[in-house]
């Protein structure tokens, strides 16, 4: 299965040393069901229907994504990162990416990043249960939007 192979993918920025970074894995997830998507997240976010959320709280932003994301047909967008919305679980959504690592802040007000590294499915927050997670960098806050690549069917 596809997404048992990928699952296991280290991360890998560009493609360094054969290993995929967020947009890699999409495409090649989704390459062998004949969709062809670009090879950055900035030119995937325009592969199918484009919702903008750039202006819309997290709360709403969650909502929207629950209500409109076709599990395993959107993608969800942020600048410089590009995630496939796979369906939720107990009211939230779940996302399969590859990520680098979350931002953290300590008490001395220290950015730092703590490192993933690797083809995870998480919530839109991932790193929340961290000491340091650090709210205003929090995914689910920087989401700029989604796009589904096919159109939900309407129902009858």
Same mark, same amino acid.
């Given at each position: ?10 991360? %890998?920025?560009? /493609?360094?040393?054969?290993? &995929?970074?967020? @947009? ?8 062998? $069901?004949?969709? +062809?998507? %670009?090879?950055?997240?900035? @030119?995937?976010? +325009? ?16 909502? $929207? ?6 599990? $395993? !047909?959107?993608?969800? +967008? ?13 009211? /939230? ?13 300590? /008490? ?18 991932? %790193? &929340?249960? !961290?000491?340091? $997670? ?12 989604? @796009? ?9």
């Amino acid at each position: 299965m596809i997404f048992d192979e990928l699952i296991k993918e280290p991360y %890998g920025w560009g /493609e360094l040393l054969n290993h &995929r970074d967020c @947009s890699a894995l999409t495409r090649d997830f989704i390459a062998p $069901f004949g969709i +062809y998507l %670009g090879r950055n997240s900035a @030119s995937q976010k +325009y592969s199918g229907k484009y919702y903008d959320l750039e202006n819309i709280n997290a709360q709403d932003k969650k909502e $929207f994504i629950l209500k409109n994301a076709i599990p $395993f !047909l959107t993608l969800v +967008y942020l600048k410089g990162h590009i995630m496939l919305y796979i369906g939720e679980e107990n009211g /939230e959504p779940l996302v399969f990416h590859n990520i680098w690592g979350v931002k953290t802040l300590d /008490e001395n007000k220290t950015m730092g990043r703590f490192i993933i590294g690797r083809a995870v499915v998480t919530t839109l927050n991932p %790193g &929340r249960e !961290l000491k340091y $997670f650090y709210e205003k960098k929090a995914v689910i806050n920087n989401i700029l939007g989604i @796009s589904n690549i096919i159109q939900k069917i309407p129902s009858e």
